[in-house]
């Protein structure tokens, strides 16, 4: 079945850029997806793209994805310690717009 | 801003209770879905409806598991008997439909404690 798989750590100095890595196997993705979670909380819809885009911007937020290396990752800008949290990426599989998520990549910003 | 709502946001339960969650969509979203999250891993689809229907129930663990949507609007996922294994994060989304893209939002999820 589809797996979309991602690091589990990583750590930055405040101010500096983030970027987490996503990587997916279902060819037919249309749409993958970021989501934010914050300790006890639900998931925050942080961006999404287009399986026919390169890259996409958004504030402070950068998504590039590479379809034939089937890679997507999230650039944070500025990293803040607010920004400390697990992101998720996702995609859709299926015709029912059903999100497989990977594991989620813990976010640590020190000052 | 219209806001995926659960409660209760906390349950403790012993092994063979009954529990029950609920969910209220966001309003004008014909499509729901319940995830379930254990620690330290990403949500898995356990049931979505489209208006009353399930249309993917295929990881939903029948035998304890039942989710229903009578009116098409509010959700309540049930575990019979709850098994400590069950011990995780409830969360229910969303989405204005099934298209491929809708996007599907969150709410604040219930964390189940079996003990």
């Known amino acids: 079945g589809e797996d979309v798989e991602q690091s589990l750590f990583l750590s930055v100095r405040e101010g500096d850029s983030s970027v987490i890595n996503c990587t997916y196997t279902d060819s037919s993705s249309t749409y993958l997806y970021w989501y934010k979670q914050e300790p006890g909380a639900g998931l925050q819809l942080l961006t999404y793209?287009?399986?026919?885009?390169d890259m996409k911007q958004d504030q402070r937020l950068t998504v590039l994805l590479n379809k034939k290396d089937k890679h997507l990752s999230l650039r944070i800008a500025d990293t803040q310690t607010g920004d400390s949290a697990i992101y998720f990426c996702a995609d859709i599989s299926g015709g029912y717009n059903k999100l497989i998520f990977g594991a989620g990549t813990r976010l640590a910003v020190h000052p | 801003e219209a806001e995926v709502a659960q409660s209760p946001r906390y349950k403790i339960t012993e092994k063979s209770q009954a529990v029950a969650f609920w969910c209220d969509p966001i309003?004008?979203?014909?499509?729901l879905y319940w995830y379930r999250q254990i620690l330290g891993q990403g949500p898995e689809l356990l049931v979505q409806?489209?208006?009353?229907?399930?249309?993917?129930d295929s990881q939903l663990p029948k035998d304890r598991f039942s989710a229903e949507r009578l009116k098409g609007v509010d959700s309540t996922l049930k575990i019979q008997p709850a098994e400590l294994g069950d011990s995780a994060m409830y969360l229910c989304a969303s989405s204005l439909g099934t298209g491929s893209g809708e996007t599907q939002y969150f709410g604040p999820g219930t964390r189940l404690l079996v003990l």
């Open positions: 309003s004008g979203h014909a499509t």
């Open positions: 793209i287009f399986s026919n885009m």
């Open positions: 409806f489209q208006d009353e229907s399930v249309v993917d």
